[in-house]
């Protein structure tokens, strides 16, 4: 992206909630996981990725449920950061189960994937302690933000949701809901 286009892409993007059927292609999902929480740099052996994180401790992981995306099989997966690699979590069509889980929104079944935000506080307690919480909060925020702009500067559309129902959501993901638990969702497809 150019300054001109970054700053297009910044001043267009909107939430959409009106999706094609026709399907994300492979490397549209791939491009929109790297620009959204992938590693972009490598500081004294550490690396970075595109989003801040509070002391580089990386609270937030990312899943991935595939719904319609060419050369994907549908099902639950997790975004292995350092290989750039879909982990299956379980396979299998949870288009109307993730509608459910969000409160009956029926553009989270008819979208490409929808990429869910878990937090591992722990992570972060030995050096911040009680500011743990939020600033895992805000780090899902940076996140999300990068996945809406991933999103549009490929002529895709994305919504962020923050209305799921936790337990359900949790156990869809294969976490238990304490240690690690979903703090946000984005729909990402083809916009209709
Ligand atoms: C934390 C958060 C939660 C949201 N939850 C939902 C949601 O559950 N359903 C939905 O359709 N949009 C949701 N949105 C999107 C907002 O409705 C949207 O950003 C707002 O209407 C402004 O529109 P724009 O994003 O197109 O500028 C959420 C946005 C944020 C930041």
């Not at 069509?93 to 994937?113: H, M, N, P, T, W």
Request: hydrophobic share 40%; glycine share 12%; aromatic share 8%.
């Amino acid at each position: 992206m150019t300054g001109e286009g970054a700053a297009r892409t910044i001043a267009d993007r909107r939430s959409t909630r009106s999706y094609s059927s026709e399907p994300m292609r492979e490397v549209e999902l791939a491009t929109v996981l790297m620009l959204t929480t992938g590693i972009s740099a490598d500081r004294w052996g550490n690396a970075r990725r595109t989003a801040p994180s509070s002391g580089a401790l990386y609270p937030i992981e990312t899943y991935v449920v595939v719904h319609n995306v060419d050369g994907i099989a549908r099902g639950v997966y997790h975004y292995a950061i350092r290989d750039h690699e879909l982990e299956l979590v379980r396979a299998g069509d949870f288009r109307s189960a993730v509608v459910d889980q969000a409160i009956g929104q029926e553009f989270l079944g008819e979208c490409g994937a929808v990429l869910f935000l878990t937090q591992i506080v722990q992570r972060m307690r030995p050096k911040y302690q009680d500011r743990s919480y939020r600033y895992g909060l805000l780090e899902a925020g940076h996140i999300g933000e990068n996945g809406y702009l991933a999103a549009a500067a490929q002529g895709l559309g994305a919504c962020g949701v923050g209305a799921f129902m936790d337990d359900q959501i949790n156990e869809m993901l294969g976490v238990d809901g304490v240690e690690e638990a979903a703090v946000y969702m984005l729909a990402i497809g083809r916009p209709a």
